[in-house]
């Protein structure tokens, strides 16, 4: 891993392309291939359930040309070692129950969108000879959205700063939200951006990463993602004490447990909510009838759910709300373990926790057991937080196995190196 941090000698045209395929990839997965997006056209909630060609045939692309990549690269077997038996009981349980959902059609084109995002995110850092280049294309393609966001902000206001015209939540009026469609995405993806902005500049390029991360902070305050922002210093802090604590799974535990309680558990336990209602708003902007409404669905049908994404975009949601319930207009539970278990269940919310909150624990080991770098101890952090700040920002927002989230699949790429990591010849 030292040589595979080592900045090389010479350039590779071949992992120059690469590098220029993977940056395109991740900036559209980031965008989800609509940048600034017109919020003031009704047809952007006339029908949320029709599919946009454009970001899925560009999925399946990118999908497709990863996988030749892979494979010329001779990096197949690795590919397939990274596909685990938990990730493969995931996707079988979650395609069961959209079958038998409401909208099985519906169900299964959107769990098919999260696979296709699945293999792209296993695929792309297989591609890359050095880790070195993986992180260069992770600084550019970062460097790239932050300037985006900027030059949306400043020759196209109207479509990156929420304004009095869009067609809901006028309320957001000023905040921002770059080439982003909404300030909740936004305002993650800053905390993600610092990240990358910190790695670079703990590897030896402080000029550069102090850059991204200055530029992060401010669309990050600009955005007014209070959520995110409180759980920036939590996560650096969560992530140190896991790469060098002797017991990181109680850290991780204590960390997203204890944030799911003090949400989400407000709302679950009468006997938690006495206590924190002395506390400050721990809804984060009132989330409480959601998540109250979200709860009664998943208690309703533990077992299978309702299918994969689909709940709250049909008229199955008024089977448990009123047709007056002001919580069954909004399109997610601002929870992603609510809207796993509303989509699969309790054994699917099992499922994807074991796939995506303990099984990363197990890779974090693995890799501790070698003795570690000072570059190498700064990448396992990094990724450590990006997995853990994915799985905080869960319990404020539907982020968790979100089909083509931008959250999700920059938290997804650290929880996918993780796992390759911990299996290469490296980590042994």
Same mark, same amino acid.
């Given at each position: ?7 090389? *000698? ?41 599919? $946009? ?82 992180? %260069? ?147 984060? *902007? ?39 319930? %002001? ?74 196995? $979100? ?26």
């Amino acid at each position: 891993m030292r040589d595979a941090l080592a900045r090389p *000698t010479e350039i590779d045209l071949s992992q120059v392309l690469i590098a220029l395929f993977a940056g395109f990839a991740i900036l559209v997965l980031w965008t989800q291939a609509q940048p600034f997006a017109s919020l003031s056209d009704y047809g952007v909630i006339d029908d949320p359930t029709q599919s $946009n060609s454009l970001r899925r045939n560009l999925t399946l692309l990118i999908l497709g040309l990863a996988l030749l990549l892979v494979w010329r690269g001779g990096t197949a077997r690795q590919l397939w070692g990274a596909i685990s038996p938990g990730l493969v009981a995931i996707f079988g349980w979650f395609a069961l129950t959209s079958l038998v959902s409401a909208s099985p059609g519906l169900a299964l084109n959107r769990l098919a969108l999260a696979g296709a995002v699945i293999g792209i995110a296993l695929c792309l850092p297989l591609l890359f000879k050095r880790a070195e280049t993986f992180v %260069t294309t992770l600084g550019a393609a970062t460097t790239i959205a932050i300037a985006l966001c900027f030059l949306g902000v400043l020759f196209i206001p109207d479509l990156a700063i929420h304004s009095l015209r869009d067609t809901v939540e006028e309320g957001l009026a000023g905040d921002w939200r770059g080439m982003f469609r909404h300030k909740n995405d936004l305002a993650p993806m800053a905390i993600h951006f610092s990240f990358i902005g910190l790695l670079l500049w703990r590897l030896g390029r402080p000029a550069w990463g102090g850059a991204i991360v200055t530029g992060a902070l401010v669309l990050l305050y600009m955005s007014g993602g209070k959520s995110a922002a409180l759980l920036l210093v939590p996560a650096l802090i969560g992530a140190a004490l896991i790469v060098r604590s002797r017991h990181p799974a109680l850290i991780a535990t204590l960390a997203v447990g204890g944030l799911a309680l003090v949400t989400v558990g407000s709302v679950a336990f009468p006997a938690l909510a006495a206590i924190t209602n002395h506390l400050p708003d721990p809804t984060f *902007t009132g989330r409480a009838d959601i998540w109250q409404l979200a709860l009664d669905a998943a208690e309703r049908r533990p077992l299978t759910g309702y299918g994969y994404n689909v709940f709250w975009d049909t008229g199955v949601i008024y089977a448990v709300a009123g047709s007056k319930d %002001t919580a069954a207009q909004v399109s997610h539970a601002h929870n992603g373990f609510l809207d796993v278990a509303i989509s699969a269940g309790l054994p699917g919310l099992i499922l994807v926790l074991g796939w995506a909150g303990i099984a990363p624990l197990r890779h974090i080991a693995t890799i501790r057991r070698r003795a570690l770098g000072h570059a190498e101890q700064t990448l396992l952090e990094f990724f450590v937080q990006g997995w853990l700040f994915t799985l905080l920002i869960s319990s404020l927002e539907a982020v968790l196995f $979100n089909r083509g989230d931008s959250i999700w699949f920059t938290g997804l790429l650290s929880i996918v190196c993780l796992r390759l990591w911990s299996r290469s010849d490296l980590a042994r």
